[in-house]
DNA sequence: AAAAATAGTGTTCATTTGTTCACCACAAAT
DNA sequence: ATTTGTGGTGAACAAATGAACACTATTTTT
């Protein structure tokens, strides 16, 4: 599809949108805008958001407060040429994780491997974690692989997620049913684990890619 | 510092505000939280979202509308590093194989990934193909796995290959015995392929990687 | 030369949205 | 017995915010 040009200003634009919705979690209003490029009337700002709707950049709703939300399709870069930095992105490797310490503590860091940035959501702080055991094998993670993980505390059932029970980490299935929290391998000889206690147990992340070197 | 625990509701909230802002790409209001939960008053949501606060999950920004940033955890890494063009490798992605083409024909080449510098010896001129069929699930290769492949011609007993017979190209395990040459999928409901003609068949290289993305 | 797109100011108005208060109810801890 | 934390209703209010209009000016396209 053809993407239309923008001009510069609306370029400028765009990608202040963006920084600020990085940074701060929420996108920014039409004043925010204004005052950071001087424009002193909102209406200014709404015809440049107007045109980066119009030309499929951006998706605006209607009333509503910071109602902006980027189209993360058509914002592909433009110009596709060099490997930049920005393609790309270097996530960190945890290996063993210690004792009642923080899983991304720096004693946990084994190295770091580099990540199509197509695979990436901007906004998560992506972790890699080398698993172990073979619970996972109807799943087609195997012992050895690298999953790489996206931080979040909450799943939905089905979800392949990275789990700490107590100080164990673990990569399971998750099921929450009747008020129970169910641990689901992907493997015969193995059986669920039920959580019993909710103090000892949290979700670390969600597993978004598996990746296996061989030999 | 030791996160404090969430009440039932209050992780079903903190849940919601995540999920919507992923979706949506910004964060909710009170009163669509409310929404959600059967909360008529913004109080009620307003308090749940102090004690997520007060527990450390969530920044809010004073009145503003949906001031609302998820607490990405001293635990996770702050930000992604980016890195140099030094450290990584473009390989490109083979899609279909027109028949008659070159593997690696200008219209067999469906885009390309960045693999991490280490898992690739520089020599290789390897590429990615895009997996089809569930043949080898049981080596842990599904549907839609990308698998990094060194091409070579030759091949050991057991090594994962793609192989080229007639115009197909498949992912099996190479097996050459008493001069027959086998290719063994890894899926009880498949057959080895007995190559009868050797004129047809040739090795296009050896799968290294295997790559997958959830979701 | 005329039309269209771009870029902006200032003002007004209607909604959206966060904040606060008084009050209720229940369970667990002190 | 009393406090504390959780979970809630309903109303009222002020601030934040998007939408709209009239008007100006420059550049680009037709």
Redesign the pocket.
């Known amino acids: 599809m053809e993407k239309k040009q923008l001009?510069?200003?609306?370029e400028k634009i765009l990608s202040f949108i963006q920084q600020f919705q990085q940074e701060s979690g929420y996108p920014p209003?039409?004043?925010?805008i204004?005052k950071h490029?001087?424009?002193?009337?909102?209406?200014?700002v709404?015809?440049?958001?107007d045109?980066l709707v119009k030309k499929g950049y951006l998706n605006?709703l209607?009333?509503?407060?910071?109602?902006?939300s980027i189209n993360k399709d058509e914002l592909f870069n433009p110009e596709p040429i060099n490997i930049s930095e920005k393609e790309s992105n270097k996530i960190p490797i945890i290996g063993r994780v210690a004792a009642g310490s923080p899983i991304l503590a720096e004693e946990n860091i084994e190295g770091s491997v580099l990540i199509d940035q197509t695979f990436l959501k901007k906004s998560d702080n992506y972790f890699a974690l080398k698993v172990k055991g073979d619970s996972m094998i109807d799943a087609g993670i195997f012992d050895g692989d690298l999953v790489i993980v996206s931080p979040q505390v909450y799943a939905n059932n089905g979800d392949i997620i990275v789990a700490r029970i107590s100080d164990e980490v673990t990569v399971k299935i998750y099921e929450f049913k009747n008020q129970v929290v169910k641990l689901i391998p992907q493997n015969k000889d193995y059986k669920p684990i039920v959580v019993e206690n909710k103090e000892e147990f949290s979700i670390v992340g969600k597993v978004t890619g598996v990746l296996r070197w061989l030999n």
């Open positions: 001009t510069d200003r609306q209003t039409l004043r925010e204004g490029f001087g424009i002193s009337s909102t209406f200014g709404k015809r440049h958001l045109a605006i209607g009333n509503a407060s910071r109602g902006i």
